[in-house]
């Protein structure tokens, strides 16, 4: 049994298929608790039972299927993607870890196989946060993570989390009963597609994700002097717009000396912001990412360091407040080398890429060892109607997963996990 046997053209077929659920005209858009997300739920779950799987929908709206193994009482592998896409985003997104899980299933099934343990396939509600501007709000819950204040979160319209659920069936109140148990899990793998461009230069069609990398969001304020743009001559201004622009000089050119970080202005705004004046303060964002949170953290204070004296030297005044911060989750080891010896399995490279982007698999961490499969995407574009992965890498992924969840399901493996467990060393 290996991972060729895969049903390519159902995939695609079914990649197509939840395309079509979707708002408006322009790429997907399928909100979470929407018309859109009911529709897709519908097929998956025709789609789990026609794997072979017991499907049910937990007290979030994750919905799960699950393929009994061999070992009666063994803990599950689950693997898993989300189901909600941002507002104008990509078929594969998300869908692509979904359809791939039930493929593999469907594949076993076929081939009359059954693992030692049981594997579950789960398609998360509401990843991207689209919504609620709340993200993982599926794999939070599973892993015991959401709050309670979360249910208030409200969407555009000023509809609640918690209201959005009622409509569709579920009992807000419950949900702390979507938490699973971690001795009832043996592990989380996740296929999703790169949204960068690591894999295509190294023209690859996937590669094992390392771990997902650890982030600082900052709001900073530089502050001058506003004054008559016709008036003041150059050399006694307090210009804080020409100020910020160093400062974004200086962000590039600090991340860029340290290969793990990236670090990103990505927003400024302007006061007073017309064209006859000369600007008095300037609020922006920087966004900070690592692998390595000592990293992360050296190149925030140089940054804040070096924007302090290139405000000294204007005579302006620099503030940073950080108001987001969260470690770096590598992947588990185990997971990782189940991975590469599925890409060495089909003569790949293996390719150990960090992921910059926040996944389910960061939430599920905190339940069990995780891992990830990336799978290629053109011009490493998502988040936009334009996402495509071709055919054949869909094909190598998803062989890649199956040969993966095969060895991580395997007897033997299985052991290693429980003996661990019961040693209380599984923590990821
Ligand atoms: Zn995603």
Redesign the pocket.
């Given at each position: 049994m290996s991972g060729d046997k895969i049903n390519l053209e159902r995939m695609m077929h079914r990649l197509n298929q939840l395309a079509l659920c979707s708002r408006g005209s322009r790429g997907i858009t399928r909100l979470s608790f929407s018309r859109e997300s009911e529709c897709a739920n519908r097929l998956v779950r025709d789609w789990m039972r026609e794997a072979g799987m017991v499907v049910r929908m937990d007290p979030l709206g994750n919905v799960i299927g699950r393929y009994e193994g061999r070992r009666p009482g063994a803990p599950a592998f689950l693997i898993g993607?989300?189901l909600d896409?941002v507002i104008e985003g990509g078929k594969y997104?998300?869908a692509l870890?979904v359809v791939a899980g039930i493929e593999i299933v469907q594949t076993l099934r076929e081939r009359g196989l059954r693992p030692d343990l049981p594997i579950e396939v789960i398609a998360f509600c509401d990843?991207?946060g689209a919504r609620f501007h709340t993200t993982l709000l599926g794999s939070r819950a599973m892993a015991g993570m959401l709050r309670e204040e979360d249910l208030c979160a409200r969407d555009s319209d000023g509809i609640t989390l918690a209201e959005a659920m009622r409509s569709f069936g579920l009992d807000p109140s419950r949900y702390t009963d979507a938490v699973r148990d971690p001795q009832s899990v043996a592990g989380y793998l996740e296929l999703?597609?790169e949204?960068g461009p690591v894999l295509e230069r190294e023209d690859q069609a996937c590669g094992a994700v390392s771990g997902i990398a650890g982030a600082a969001r900052c709001r900073f304020r530089v502050e001058g002097r506003a004054s008559h743009a016709g008036t003041v001559p150059m050399s006694l201004r307090r210009d804080a717009l020409a100020g910020a622009a160093e400062i974004v000089l200086a962000v590039e050119r600090i991340a860029g000396r340290m290969p793990s970080v990236v670090a990103t202005v990505g927003q400024l705004r302007v006061f007073p912001g017309t064209s006859n004046v000369i600007p008095g303060a300037v609020e922006g964002t920087l966004d900070v990412r690592s692998m390595e949170d000592e990293q992360r953290q050296a190149a925030l204070k140089e940054i804040c360091e070096e924007a302090e004296r290139i405000s000294r030297r204007r005579g302006l005044s620099f503030t940073c407040r950080t108001v987001m911060e969260a470690a770096a989750t590598p992947c588990s080891a185990r997971l990782v080398q189940a991975v590469e010896e599925a890409l060495a399995k089909r003569g790949l490279k293996p390719l150990r890429i960090p992921s910059g982007?926040g996944?389910?698999a960061l939430a599920m961490a905190s339940l069990t060892e995780v891992g990830m499969i990336f799978v290629r995407c053109r011009n490493g574009i998502?988040h936009h109607p334009d996402e495509y992965v071709a055919p054949e890498d869909v094909g190598t992924g998803t062989a890649v997963l199956l040969d993966a969840v095969l060895e991580l399901t395997a007897a033997e493996t299985a052991e290693k996990f429980l003996n661990k467990a019961v040693k209380g060393a599984n923590t990821p």
């Open positions: 993607s989300h896409s997104d998300g870890g990843e991207e999703h597609i949204q982007a996944h389910d998502s």
